[in-house]
């Protein structure tokens, strides 16, 4: 069964008897300026400190997803525009970077953090025009949390006998990075800042459908006047990622995105020296107990999975509630989803913005299907959607079976599966029942069920009574085929040092 929450039913909740009056409700639109953004028409490769031509010529479309217009256009990396990339990040190693004063380094990266600070207006304008989501997302959270990374690792830098007390640090190499979509320029400092804190010189990899902040990244790093060749960035798709990845002269793989391309990842480096970690999918479950405040959990609720479209590898995409207050948390959360504003991804007052693709939207259409043929009951807030551009209503199921595909697979868009629990051990058990194991949330009054409860679930970040919170200093990280690895704080640096 289907039901959907019309605009006029939340109207009617919220200010009773004005329901018709839309005065009261609306937002007046409040757009932010994209008056003082830059986007060039046309993008090159960043090698050696420079910007060049693609080998093969050949340049491919980046669009804005909420209105399908073209932006710009990036060049498209083949496998020999890696070898010379691959070339000049190992002659910087050999000649510059490795040798270099580790406080010299550090100035670097502050250089890149505060650039990053400075131009932070146009580059959360330019993420949430070329992903899709809202911009007081891309404003508040990821352009401030990718200064923070660069700030955070650029403190590391000289200070690396401190991380790794009575051993000898020595950096890897030349680093092959492979970033997603979800979180285009944040993902590029999680991956950039503690490779050059630790001495290693970088090919960068962003995702085919979020490429501009990232070349414009390239332009910050060239003001910053990092030493050519330290950090390259090649702008393509799987293919450019796979010939990173096969690359003899890469000594590290580090890759965040789907556990298939993951996994492919690892057949192809098996046998090889290359070091490796991988940040994959996740299923997080979202634990509620009965002695939990409710509405702050509903909130964590939204927080965690309708927020930033659902495109969030740890988002609560599995709520468990305890069976004694389901009726009052499926009220509450079909209440609050009814007022989440769906829309233009400039304007300030937006929710949720645009899904990053058509190819993801069909996904994410194709599971809330296969939902609906296995009997799950689906809510959905019915809104007026633009009429350009890829969009998905925020929508849950209730009555989803652990075994639905709904329950199991990564969806990746505004859509949460409720399911119930009746004590702590059914919650483990079902929470843990997963191929994923990346986050989780917990939400009780109680201390000690909350350590009981971490210390059973298997997933690498646990949030307790509050839900997708970031630090620099904290690592992050998945179990089983979340991947391995940890990101952030001075586990970060681990996989970018090698150790005697
Ligand atoms: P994806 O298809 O796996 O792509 C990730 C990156 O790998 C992209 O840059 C992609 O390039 C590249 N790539 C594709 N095929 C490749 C190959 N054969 N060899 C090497 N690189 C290849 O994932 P996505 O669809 O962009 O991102 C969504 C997924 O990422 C979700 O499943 C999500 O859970 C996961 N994710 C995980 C984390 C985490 O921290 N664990 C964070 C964010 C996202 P193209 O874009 O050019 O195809
Ligand atoms: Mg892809």
Same mark, same amino acid.
């Given at each position: ?70 932006? %710009? ?5 083949? /496998? $020999? ?17 490795? !040798? ?17 600070? $400075? !131009? %932070? ?25 990718? *200064? ?21 640090? /020595? ?17 590029? *400092? ?37 030493? =050519? ?45 290359? !070091? ?43 709520? &468990?509630?305890?069976? %004694? ?22 304007? !300030? ?26 009997? *799950? ?19 849950? &199921? ?13 969806? &990746? ?7 119930? &629990?009746? %004590?702590? $051990? ?13 986050? /989780? ?17 298997? /997933?690498?970040?646990?949030? *307790? ?6 630090? =620099? ?28």
């Amino acid at each position: 069964m289907t039901t959907t929450i019309t605009e006029l039913e939340t109207r009617e909740r919220l200010q009773p008897g004005l329901a018709s009056s839309s005065m009261l409700w609306e937002y007046a639109p409040s757009l932010e300026s994209t008056d003082h953004v830059r986007v060039a028409p046309r993008y090159e490769l960043f090698i050696g400190g420079k910007f060049v031509e693609p080998h093969s010529g050949k340049y491919f479309e980046t669009i804005n997803p909420a209105t399908e217009e073209r932006l %710009s256009e990036v060049a498209e990396a083949d /496998a $020999e525009d890696v070898d010379r990339a691959v070339k000049e990040a190992r002659r910087a190693y050999e000649k510059v970077w490795r !040798k270099i004063a580790p406080s010299e380094r550090a100035k670097y990266i502050f250089r890149i953090a505060r650039l990053i600070q $400075e !131009k %932070s207006r146009a580059l959360a304008v330019v993420e949430t025009m070329n992903g899709g989501k809202p911009i007081k997302e891309s404003r508040d959270i990821d352009i401030p949390l990718a *200064a923070a990374h660069f700030f955070y690792y650029a403190g590391w830098a000289d200070k690396l006998e401190y991380a790794f007390p009575n051993r000898n640090v /020595a950096p890897v190499g030349v680093a092959g990075q492979i970033i997603p979509w979800n979180f285009p320029l944040l993902m590029a *400092a999680w991956k950039l800042a503690p490779a050059l804190a630790a001495g290693n010189t970088i090919v960068l990899k962003p995702a085919e459908t979020t490429p501009l902040t990232a070349m414009l990244l390239a332009e910050i790093i060239q003001e910053a006047e990092l030493p =050519p060749g330290v950090v390259n960035i090649l702008t393509g798709a799987g293919g450019t990622g796979a010939a990173l990845v096969a690359h003899p002269d890469v000594d590290k793989i580090a890759f965040t995105g789907s556990t298939d391309v993951g996994k492919r990842i690892q057949r192809a480096i098996a046998g090889t020296k290359k !070091k490796l970690t991988l940040e994959l999918g996740g299923k997080a479950p979202n634990i509620i107990f009965e002695d939990a405040p409710l509405d702050q959990a509903v909130e964590g609720i939204i927080n965690g999975i309708y927020f930033n479209q659902g495109h969030v590898c740890c988002a609560g995409s599995r709520l &468990f509630v305890q069976e %004694s207050v389901v009726e009052p948390i499926i009220r509450k959360l079909r209440e609050r989803i009814g007022t989440l504003r769906v829309g233009n991804p400039l304007d !300030k007052n937006t929710d949720v913005g645009a899904i990053n693709s058509r190819a993801q939207l069909e996904k994410i259409r194709e599971l809330v299907d296969s939902g609906v043929e296995e009997g *799950a009951e689906m809510v959905q807030t019915q809104c007026t959607l633009p009429s350009r551009g890829f969009w998905f209503a925020p929508t849950f &199921f209730t009555g989803v079976s652990q075994s639905s595909r709904i329950a199991q697979e990564e969806i &990746f868009g505004p859509v949460l599966s409720v399911l119930t &629990f009746r %004590s702590p $051990e059914e919650a483990l058990e079902k929470a843990n029942n997963t191929p994923y194991g990346l986050s /989780a949330g917990v939400w009780t009054e109680k201390g000690s069920r909350i350590l009981k409860m971490a210390a059973k679930l298997r /997933a690498g970040v646990i949030w *307790a009574n509050t839900y997708n919170k970031f630090d =620099p200093a904290s690592p992050f990280g998945g179990y089983k085929e979340s991947g391995f690895g940890r990101e952030g704080g001075i586990h970060g640096l681990g996989p970018y040092v090698t150790l005697s």
